[in-house]
């Protein structure tokens, strides 16, 4: 998953029936993030850092992004919208972090959220795919162990 462009190429267009998760995570209680690049503004996707993974389902991650198509994204936590929406265009780079617990938001290295929950648990990339096509890219996870 890190490092990698991931695109949904098989299943269901408009299910939620492709994904992936890391091999790594980030320590219960440590630092680190997930960067990732938005290749264009097609395609329903979610992406961000969860407590295991149980399968291709939004509401399985904890702390993530919802890219809609044509640049609307928002902040969804175990798949419920938290009331944080912006526009996103081809080319932004995005940031999930976790500080001691605290989960912050980043569009191109600025703060646009944080979290009122606290993250526990060792924390994995996880993602979910609904649109065929769906892509993001350039994948970092840091801080994993």
């Given amino acids: 998953l890190v490092g990698k462009a991931l695109t949904k190429v098989g299943g269901c267009d408009g299910c ?10 980030i320590p219960a209680g440590g630092s680190g993030y997930v960067e990732f690049t938005t290749p264009d503004t097609g395609g329903l996707r979610v992406i961000g850092l969860s407590v295991g993974n149980s399968g291709t389902f939004e509401a399985d991650i904890d702390f993530g992004l919802k890219f809609w198509p044509g640049g609307g994204v928002d902040v969804r936590e175990n798949g419920a919208y938290v009331g944080v929406e912006t526009r996103y265009q081809a080319g932004d780079r995005w940031r999930i972090a976790v500080d001691m617990g605290v989960v912050s938001y980043y569009r191109n290295g600025t703060l646009f959220y944080r979290s009122t929950r606290a993250a526990t648990g060792p924390l994995l990339v996880d993602t979910a795919f609904y649109s065929s096509g769906a892509k993001l890219s350039d994948i970092t996870l840091s801080g994993a162990q």
């Fill in 16 to 25: 939620q029936d492709a994904g992936a998760v890391s091999s790594q995570a």
